[in-house]
Every structure is written in structure tokens, then in C-alpha cells.
């Protein structure tokens, strides 16, 4: 690596237009979000910059902050999830036969590569009252009930008088649901790339040891796959807790997350200083769920040393 | 499968397979149903009555959905061109040159990866419409406002790409070079270029998927007259399931699925040629 006096014109001429566009296309409109979010509302789009506070007084309103709340617990479970069924799959893909380990990999990538929205849309065709999910359990009462009629049971309407749909869409679950759906990929790669990296005799050292298979599992094998949890936790709760298209085609009208209501303050509510503060308190919340593993990296890298 | 289950064969454990069977049929249900309905002959779109192409006729007859369909690739090529230079130059940059604020620049240029999309969607919405950006320009002049904001979000990934990529050079071949009197321009063009070109072409596939796949961003920076496929589907969604949106959603997923794995493939076959070159 060279020092850019050497060659200043190479390093202008390679450094200039990328930074341009990057202050001109990014820094510059987020700057405008941050100052935005200091104005008050005059009248209905005028808006001035008073270096007012009130925005983001109004973000710690019951209203919002329940909304905050819900967002976390929402991004919270989703983690939790994809970890308890991501962990498994990692697992799994490690200790498996070679040959099958990139296919089982590919099989895991594949969904990540189709269009968000798509598969959003496909998860609703399936759990709507009229999808694939209550087709399914409709089919198995009508034969449930074939079966109490050969019995002779039919006349007690034992399983109701008729199906009743699950309610399966349109609420908190169907959220959470689809955030698991979206993000456990980001779960599954950096567990499994830290579990590729586990030195399998330490495993079979505590095995020889006397240790249970459970107890070698929560001994040895999730402290030692640590790092790849963190960072796997972190790649899934970021992404869902700013997540805008799953709580707006999945929830109900109390499943609303940060995001949904940072677009109806820009689109519907037209109050954007409003929207500005609450979009900038997403971004310290990123900010600081970041800041958190960068923290951790770096306190397990000076053990490292140490 | 006689041989008894040994203790780190974890693959054949029941409760493994049991969580594998459910994640994958969770993960490709979704996705399976709605292609194989999108070739069934009824609107109900439960019940299997036949294989029919004819959704996929109206999905081409309609043609709001085929202007958006070819916004968005006019949209994702255009971007990717521009996002290949940034992020090949912003990559070159930090691979080559030490120089003060160096570590707070790249955690700058790493930004429009990390801040969430609805924050960037809200931040693009608040610049154009501030500035006044015409938003009633001839196409694709139209389409600029989505364009630039497509850039600034895919050509940091571009950066990340082609820098693991550089990590592979050996400076020698560039001193190499310039002993041999090339200049700097030539340098780059006949030794970095042709090296880096996997690279490249990785990070334009990645720079296309992820514009055309982009919701949130093009839904702040789109306006009535410059809907693309995604927003155009999402305006279709929020009212029904419909078998047209099954088949549109079904080519697009074919369109990016073997993007991706061109990518991947020529990826892998750069890699197979350096080892060769290599062993």
C-alpha cells in the first residue's frame, strides 16, 4: 500500500467521483433527513427549521413508543426463532457428507435470491383463509369427519358443525412469521461458518470424558459457536427491526413496526419533520446494535491475544 | 444405514432431520405453490384444474405490467453500469492508497449497506423532492431520480466484491508492468482490468438483483409515471391473490435465479482458471 502523495493524481482521479456521488446521492439527503427532523410544520408541506426538539419529544408518546416496543419484540422474537430452527440447519450442513453439504448450502441461498415482495406475496397465497394451509386442514376435517360417520358418530358433529378457517394472516404472528421466512438465511451462513471452523476433537473429548450428548452440545458446542450467533443475531434483528414490507402486507392494524409508521408520516401524514426524528432514531438504533458487536469482536480478539 | 448413528453425526439425528424437513418445506412451499398455481386453469387458485398458459398471456397483455417489467430492467442495467465504475474506483482506492481518515472513509462508503432501507427510501424522497428534481422528463430521463438511488445503495456491495477480489493481485504484476515502461492508464487497463474482470462481472450481477429486486427504495423515489415491477406488483398484491401475479412473479424469479447462479458459475470457473494458473 502507497501513501496518496505519492501518486495524487491516481488517488483524486480513482477517489474523486465515487465520493462526489456518495455526499452528493447519499450524504447529502440523509443530512437533510437530520435537519428535517429539527422543523416544525407550517401549515400543510411548509416546513421550517427551528432546531426544535419537539420530533422526537413526540417519539417517547405512549402511542409511538408502544410502536418501538413492538418493533423490538417483533425483530426480538424473530431472532429467537430463526436461531432455534437456523441452529439445527447449520448443524446439520457442517456434519454432513460432502457432497451434500454445498447442495444443502444452495438450498438455503435459493430463497434469498428471489424478490422479497414475491416471496412476501407467495407466504400470503398460503396462510389467507382460503390458502394452501386451511385448504390443507379443511381436507383433513372432511376426512376426520368421513371417518366418525363410518364410526357412526357423524350425527354429534363431534369436530363442529362445519370448518372453521384459521385466522392466520393479517395479525402479530403472521409478522413474525414472515420476518423468519425473510432473514433466517442470515442466521444460517454465519453459524455455519463458524461451526465449519469447531475443532471436531474437542467434541469427542468431551464425549470420551463422560460428557453427555446434551451436555457436550450446551458445553462445547454453542460456546464455541458463539461468534457465529452474535453475528448471526445481529444480521437478522437489524434487517427485521427497520422491516417495512412484511409488517405492511402481512400484519393487522395493530401490527404496525417503526418503519410503517415512518412511511405514513412521509406519504399519508405528510408530517415530515416527524418522520425525519423517528427515521434518525431508527438509525441509532441500528447504530448501536452495530456498535454492540463491534464491542464484542473486539473484546474476544483481545482475549485472543492475550 | 446400518451402521449405528456416530456421536458427531449430527446429520443423522432424528430431531436434525426433523428441524431440516421443516425449515426447507417452510422455506419452498411458499415459493413452489405459487409457481405451480401460476400454471393452473382456475382463478380460485386452490384447487388443481389443469395446466394452462394463460395467465402468462394476460401477464403479457397487461400492459402496465409490462412497462413496469421493462422500467425496471432499463433501471437495473443503467445502475449496474454505474455502480461496476464507483465501485470498482472506490475499491481500487482503498486496496491501493493509505491516507489520513482512511478507516472512517470506509466505514462511510460501508454505510448505505448497514442504515435501513426505509430510512434511505425517506432520505431519497426528502433530496428529490427538495432540490426539485423534474420528474416529467422523456425515458428514460424519467427514471433518473430511481436510477441514482439504485446506485448509491448497490455500489458500495460492488466495492466489497471487487476488493475481495484484489486481495488475490500480486503488485508485482503491476511494477512489473510499469518497469516495462507502462504508464499508469495502460497499467490499469491491460493488467488490473482483465484480473479483475470476475470481479467485475460478480459485483454487476449482485448490482442487478439487487436493483431489480428493490422495493422499499423505489417505492419513496417512484412517482405515477415511473412504476417499476416491484412497486407495480405491490400495488397488485395489496388487493388479491391473482394467478396474472403468480406467473409475472414466477419470471421474475427465474429471471434473477439464473442470474444469480451465471454469476456464481463464472465466479467459481475465474477461480478454477487462477488455481490452474496458480498450480
Redesign the interface.
Known amino acids: ?4 502523495r505519492r ?1 495524487p493524481l ?2 483524486w482521479v ?2 474523486l ?2 465520493t462526489a ?2 455526499l452528493l ?6 443530512a ?2 437530520w435537519v ?1 427532523s429539527f422543523a416544525e410544520l407550517r401549515g400543510v408541506v411548509e416546513m421550517e427549521v427551528t432546531g426544535t426538539f419537539a420530533n422526537y419529544v413526540r417519539a417517547l408518546d405512549p402511542l409511538y413508543l408502544q410502536i418501538f416496543g413492538k418493533s423490538f419484540v417483533f425483530a426480538g422474537l424473530t431472532t429467537l426463532v430463526s436461531l432455534v ?2 441452529f ?2 447449520a ?2 450442513i ?4 460432502r457432497r ?1 453439504r454445498a447442495v444443502l448450502l444452495l ?2 441461498i ?2 434469498f ?7 412476501t ?6 396462510l ?1 383463509t ?3 394451509v386451511n ?1 390443507t386442514l379443511e381436507w383433513f376435517w372432511e376426512k376426520a369427519n368421513a371417518v366418525l360417520s363410518l364410526l357412526g358418530l357423524g350425527s354429534f358433529q363431534l369436530l363442529g358443525e362445519r370448518f372453521e378457517p384459521l385466522e392466520l394472516l393479517y395479525n402479530n404472528t403472521a409478522v413474525v412469521i414472515g420476518l423468519v ?1 425473510v432473514h ?1 438465511p442470515f442466521m444460517v451462513l454465519p453459524l455455519y461458518a463458524s461451526l465449519e471452523k469447531l475443532d ?1 476433537s474437542l ?2 473429548a468431551a ?1 470420551d470424558l463422560g460428557a453427555s ?1 446434551f451436555r457436550a452440545f450446551a458445553t462445547v458446542v454453542v460456546p464455541l459457536a458463539l461468534p457465529g450467533i452474535i453475528s448471526g443475531a445481529i444480521l437478522v434483528f ?2 427485521a ?2 422491516s ?2 412484511t409488517p405492511d ?1 402481512l400484519g393487522g392494524t395493530d401490527s404496525q413496526m ?2 410503517n409508521v ?2 405514513r408520516q ?1 406519504k399519508s401524514a405528510n408530517d ?1 419533520p416527524f ?2 426524528a423517528l ?2 432514531l ?2 441509532y438504533l ?1 447504530f448501536g446494535a ?1 456498535a454492540l458487536r463491534a464491542l464484542y469482536t473486539r473484546r474476544t480478539a483481545g482475549q485472543g491475544r492475550a | 444405514m446400518a451402521t449405528p448413528i456416530g456421536p458427531l453425526d449430527y446429520t443423522r439425528r432424528l430431531w436434525v432431520r426433523l428441524t431440516l424437513l421443516v425449515v426447507f418445506v417452510f422455506l419452498y412451499a411458499p415459493i413452489a405453490t405459487l409457481i405451480a398455481f401460476s400454471f393452473n386453469d382456475s382463478r380460485r387458485n386452490i384447487v388443481w384444474n389443469g395446466f394452462t398458459l394463460k395467465y402468462y398471456e394476460k401477464a403479457l397483455g397487461n400492459e402496465g405490467l409490462i412497462e413496469a417489467f421493462a422500467n425496471s430492467l432499463t433501471i437495473a442495467v443503467l445502475s449496474t453500469l454505474v455502480s461496476i465504475v464507483l465501485g470498482a474506483l472506490v475499491a481500487v482506492l482503498l486496496w491501493r492508497f493509505r491516507f489520513p481518515g482512511k478507516a472512517g472513509y470506509e466505514g462511510v462508503v460501508a454505510l448505505p449497506i448497514v442504515i435501513p432501507e426505509i430510512c434511505m427510501g425517506v432520505a431519497m424522497l426528502a433530496f428529490f423532492s427538495r432540490i426539485g428534481w423534474p420528474s416529467d422528463m422523456v425515458w428514460p430521463f424519467n427514471l433518473s431520480a430511481i436510477i441514482i438511488a439504485h446506485v448509491s445503495f448497490s455500489f458500495p456491495f460492488v466495492a466489497v466484491v471487487v476488493r475481495a477480489r484484489l486481495e488475490g493481485f500480486n503488485r508485482e504484476l503491476a511494477e512489473a508492468a510499469q518497469d516495462l515502461g507502462a504508464t499508469e492508464w495502460q497499467v490499469f487497463r491491460d493488467v488490473m482490468i482483465p484480473f479483475l474482470r470476475p470481479g467485475l462481472v460478480a459485483g454487476g450481477m449482485l448490482a442487478f438483483t439487487l436493483s431489480l429486486d428493490d422495493f422499499v427504495i423505489t417505492f419513496f423515489t417512484s412517482g405515477p409515471n415511473t412504476v417499476t415491477f416491484p412497486v407495480k406488483v405491490y400495488s397488485m398484491v395489496r388487493f388479491s391473490v391473482t394467478p396474472e401475479v403468480n406467473a409475472a412473479s414466477t419470471v421474475l424469479i427465474v429471471v434473477t435465479v439464473v442470474m444469480t447462479a451465471a454469476a456464481l458459475w463464472m465466479q467459481h470457473r475465474a477461480g478454477m482458471k487462477a488455481e490452474e494458473a496458480a498450480g
Open positions: 500500500m502507497e501513501s496518496w501518486n491516481v488517488f480513482t477517489g467521483p465515487p456521488w456518495l446521492f447519499f450524504l447529502v439527503p440523509l437533510l433527513v428535517l430452527f437456523g439445527p440447519v448443524l446439520a457442517v456434519f454432513a457428507p451434500w438450498l438455503v435459493l430463497p435470491w428471489t424478490n422479497l415482495l414475491i416471496r406475496y407467495a407466504l400470503i397465497a398460503v389467507r382460503r390458502g394452501f385448504f421466512y433466517l471436531r467434541i469427542e464425549l450428548q437489524i434487517p427491526l427497520g417495512f414490507l402486507l417503526i418503519a415512518i412511511e412521509f415530515w418522520g425525519s427515521s434518525f431508527l438509525m441500528t452495530l
